[in-house]
């Protein structure tokens, strides 16, 4: 999805060259499944993390293409917002100790990259939302000066005809309106990948679906919005809510949103290909040269272009990826469901407790989205992003109970099983779902932390301004987040 794209504008012949080429692409997509054309022999797994810059007052510090130059790291690259930079970390099995050493090899990336831009007077902060930013800071000026963030932005608005709506009830609400896209870039997130074949990808994707809301609950890092507490995970409304190409007639009418949890569980990972071009106008109708046909019929492999760029701009919290390496074609399934932060630990224990509880659910005889009707994994969903690890959640045989109930009687002991099928030695997979385990005992995530340490600090400190109270949450968080941790440890005195 990160694919670049020049500057320039669009006819009505381009989105309809566009349109033809998609349905021909995805005929080519079926073909491939059809001839079992995918790699499998060495599932792999990997991750995207997204940070947020702040200069030393902790405001966002919109100077990434500057540190991107200071840290000289190709792992590192921008995002969306002048304050954001991602790291792509590289991929890799889960077998035996490779949890452990990743995770030691991404604290020294990252801690040379935060030495690096603290030279020129930046910080590197892995956290959902930073509390620090303001309405005033996400402007058209905040957008990084690439060619596709501002075609994204043209065609979003052009699509809309109207300003963006924002507007988030939790204990405080929020209620602004945007000009640009660029209250997208508040959202910073951690993205896990999984290569599986074309006959496992669905049982995947549905079990992801709905462990959905539990990794929500237990991973929220995002209370505070422009200054306001708002839901425990805000950036889940919040980049709904940003990148909606619909006016209010349209959704009205049904018409399904660009960020979307979905509407069904799936069959095929060619419905999801298959729902993206029915249902969804391209945003980048980027043609090239390629024919897909005629790549395939001579038993070569084709890239898809028209493809992954419209799945690149369809941003499902589950969502397929079709990629290409070392000239062989795979699957994965990235999950978008969490954000970043709170430490490099407390992202290894999210992908700990993801993985391993997802190996065993897409695999049982009765799969649990057998016993779970979609809306209420959707619902699920919606209320471990309000509530945090507060929520109460459905899950089959239990009933509607305590996040923290389900995990640790039924879910913490399937990941665990699951990550001794993965291989991982038992002394990682202890220390890594440890971690999740006491922030169930504990009810202490990244939310939780931020909105005690918060309250704790403005009480002390009144009548100093609220803002002020949010820095000093926030340079007490990026300390500790560079302790490494893990959050449910942290103090909040």
């Known amino acids: 999805m990160g694919e670049k794209v020049e500057a320039r504008s669009f006819s009505r012949a381009d989105r309809q060259r566009y349109r033809e080429k998609l349905r021909r692409c995805l005929d080519v997509f079926g073909r491939m499944l059809n001839e079992s054309q995918f790699e499998f022999d060495r599932p792999l797994t990997g991750m995207e993390i997204e940070f947020n810059l702040v200069d ?46 990743l995770e030691a090899e991404l604290r020294a990336s990252l801690n040379e990259a935060d030495v690096r ?85 669905a049982a995947h994707w549905n079990a992801a679906q709905c462990i959905a809301g539990v990794q929500l609950a237990l991973g929220a890092n995002s209370p505070f919005l422009f200054g306001k507490e708002l839901w425990r995970e805000t950036r889940i409304a919040l980049f709904e809510q940003a990148t909606d190409t619909r006016p ?16 069904r569980f799936i069959t095929s990972v060619f419905d999801h290909f298959e729902e993206n071009v029915t249902y969804f106008p391209a945003l980048l109708p980027v043609c090239d040269d390629e024919d897909p046909v005629a790549v395939l019929d001579r038993g070569d492999v084709p890239r ?29 399934v990235e999950n978008r469901v969490l954000p970043a932060g709170p430490s490099v630990v407390d992202v290894f ?25 979609f809306t209420t994994a959707e619902d699920n969903f919606l209320a471990g992003a309000r509530n945090g690890i507060n929520a109460h959640l459905y899950w ?89 941790e893990p959050v449910d440890s942290w103090p909040v005195d």
């Open 117 to 201: 831009a603290r030279a020129i007077g930046a910080h590197i902060v892995m956290i959902g939302a930073l509390p620090t930013l303001r309405p005033e800071d996400l402007t058209e000026a905040a957008i990084t000066a690439h060619p596709r963030y501002a075609l994204i932005n043209e065609q979003i608005f052009a699509a809309r005809g109207e300003d963006l709506h924002i507007a988030i009830d939790g204990p405080e609400r929020l209620d602004v309106h945007a000009d640009t896209i660029a209250p997208e870039a508040a959202c910073t997130s951690t993205q896990f990948h999984l290569q599986v074949s074309p006959q496992e990808y």
């Open 396 to 484: 089959p045989g239990l009933g509607t109970v305590p996040v923290t109930e389900l995990v640790l009687r039924r879910l913490l002991p399937l990941a665990q099983q699951g990550l001794a099928e993965w291989g991982v030695d038992s002394a990682v997979s202890d220390r890594l779902l440890g971690a999740i385990e006491r922030r169930c005992t504990t009810y202490r995530n990244g939310a939780e932390w931020q909105v005690e340490t918060f309250r704790r600090i403005d009480e002390q400190r009144r009548p100093l301004d609220r803002r002020d109270s949010l820095r000093e949450m926030l340079r007490r968080y990026s300390e500790l987040m560079h302790a490494n």
């Open 304 to 332: 898809l272009s028209e493809l992954r760029m419209h799945n690149g701009t369809i941003y499902r919290w589950n969502r397929p990826v079709y990629d290409i390496h070392q000239g062989r074609p795979h699957l994965r």
């Open 56 to 101: 030393a007052q902790q405001d966002p510090a919109m100077r990434n293409e500057e540190v991107l130059a200071a840290i000289a790291d190709e792992v590192f690259q921008a995002e969306m917002g002048q304050f954001n930079i991602e790291i792509n970390v590289r991929p890799s099995s889960l077998a035996g100790r490779a949890a452990e050493e």
């Open 248 to 263: 209010q007639e349209l959704k009205a009418q049904g018409v399904r949103p660009r960020v979307w949890f979905g509407e």
């Open 349 to 373: 224990a999210n992908g700990a407790f993801y993985y391993g509880l997802l190996r065993v659910l897409a695999a049982q005889d009765r799969p649990v989205w057998s016993q779970m009707s």
